[in-house]
Each structure stands twice: as structure tokens, then as C-alpha cells.
């Protein structure tokens, strides 16, 4: 049951317009960016005269479009994932959909892995563009390898949060705007305080910022205590929604 609510909400998302007007203009806006990167590339190395002085391919190009990807995220998902269970709850068919003989589980994780995999396809295509340079030069898969693993991640725990602000309210819009505001400040949670090793508050937020967590992974650098924290991350917030509609269940 899970895939059968994964694949009406993945086929929701390409029925609707703003699916289609998602997708296109972030596959633009990364080609672009790709294009522009490459040429950056060979504007720079077309100075460089020592091979030591060159610098990687995979390294230049691949941060700076995983860079790219990793921000216009935060825009996106609140986009996408603020129509999940508002939209049901707005047009009053989610207490149709608490009463189908569907556990609750199936639903959240259906409408998340939904939402994931249309998110994913977005990867796959920014990986694609990347391979094309092995036509003419030798690539660090690795460090493709981790900043793909690190951008799932992140899609992954930007998708739970926002299913979760979705389960809150019946409108869309208040929805994807509290995703945003809680995304921005959670990618960012280590700025607003001083970098103190000696001040357990300014670490304590160091270590529930996103992007803290990202960054060794978009650097090439797998660490499992980075990607355990985005799993648990996810997990939290998908329990969190389980529990809200619970709630709701037991008050219907």
C-alpha cells in the first residue's frame, strides 16, 4: 500500500502544472549552472601552468552545482511538499482518507516517498550532467558518490519537515511558508551564534543545523555521524506527522 500511495502522489505532482513548472526550471537553472561552471573551469586551468597547481574537475564543478542544488532545495520542497495532507484537509477529503482501510503509516510514508522520489529524479539528472565529463576527463567518483548521498539526505529531511508543517494546517500556502522559515533557520542554525567551543548552547546548535552536517558530505567526506543525524531527522519529523494524524483519527 505504501508504493500505491507513493505513485498517486508522484502522479499528482505530474498532473499538476507547478510539477511540471518545478522541474523544468530547476533542470534550466542546474544546466545553466553546469554550463557555466565548465567554462569557469577552463577559464581558470587555462592559466594554470604547474600540474599542482590545477584543481580537480569533479571538485570545481561538482560543488559548485551540488552547492546550487542544496539552496534552491529550500525553496522547492515547501513548494511541493505543502499540497500533501493541507490540500486533503482543505478540500475535506482527509477524513475519507484517515477512514480507508489504510494504516496511518502507509499514508506518511506513502506521501513522503512520493515526494522523495519526484525529488530524486532532480538528482539523478544533475548526476547525469556530471558523467558527461567523463567523455574527457577523469572524475572522482567518490566525491560524486557523497555529494549525491549528502543531497538525498537533505531532500529527504527537508521532505519530512514539510509533510509534517503540511499535517498542521488546511491551507498550502501557511503551510510551505512555516517550512521555509523552519528550513532557513535550521540550514543556518550555526550562524546566529558564535563558533565558542567553550559554550554548550553555540554547540548544541552547531549540531542540529542541517548544514553543518551537509558540508563534510558535499566535501567528500562520509562520516556515518552525518548521516545518521539525517536519518534520525527524517524519522523524527515523519513520527511527528504519524502522531498529528493520529490525533486527528481518534478525533474523528
Not at 502522489?9 to 565548465?38: C, D, H, Q, R
Not at 551540488?66 to 505543502?82: E, I, K, N, Q, T
Not at 512520493?114 to 567518490?142: C, H, K, R
Request: glycine share 6%.
Amino acid at each position: 500500500m505504501i508504493i500505491n500511495v507513493a505513485r498517486k502522489e508522484l502522479k499528482s505532482m505530474f498532473a499538476s502544472p507547478m510539477g511540471w513548472v518545478i522541474l523544468s526550471v530547476l533542470i534550466f537553472a542546474f544546466a545553466t549552472y553546469f554550463i557555466n561552471a565548465v567554462t569557469q573551469y577552463y577559464g581558470i586551468m587555462s592559466g594554470s601552468i604547474k600540474t599542482n597547481g590545477r584543481i580537480g574537475v569533479t571538485m570545481f564543478i561538482g560543488q559548485s552545482v551540488f552547492g546550487l542544488a542544496s539552496f534552491v532545495m529550500l525553496f522547492a520542497v515547501p513548494l511541493l511538499s505543502m499540497r500533501l495532507i493541507s490540500e486533503e484537509r482543505r478540500s475535506q477529503t482527509l477524513t475519507f482518507l484517515l477512514s480507508a482501510p489504510i494504516s496511518l503509516t502507509e499514508i506518511v510514508l506513502g506521501k513522503f516517498l512520493g515526494l522523495v522520489t519526484f525529488l530524486t529524479i532532480i538528482i539523478v539528472l544533475i548526476t547525469a550532467m556530471l558523467l558527461t565529463l567523463s567523455n574527457w576527463t577523469e572524475l572522482d567518483y567518490g566525491f560524486i558518490f557523497s555529494n549525491v548521498l549528502g543531497l538525498w539526505l537533505l531532500i529527504a529531511s527537508f521532505s519530512a519537515l514539510g509533510l509534517y508543517f503540511s499535517s498542521i494546517t488546511a491551507q498550502p500556502a501557511i503551510a510551505g511558508l512555516l517550512s521555509f522559515i523552519a528550513l532557513f533557520a535550521l540550514l543556518a542554525l550555526d550562524q546566529f551564534v558564535a563558533a565558542d567551543s567553550n559554550n554548550p548552547l553555540s554547540q548544541i546548535l552547531r549540531q542540529l543545523s542541517l548544514m553543518n552536517h551537509f558540508e563534510p558530505l558535499s566535501q567528500g567526506i562520509i562520516d556515518s555521524t552525518n548521516i545518521c543525524f539525517f536519518l534520525l531527522f527524517t524519522a523524527t519529523f515523519l513520527i511527528l506527522t504519524l502522531r498529528r494524524l493520529e490525533a486527528e483519527r481518534l478525533r474523528a
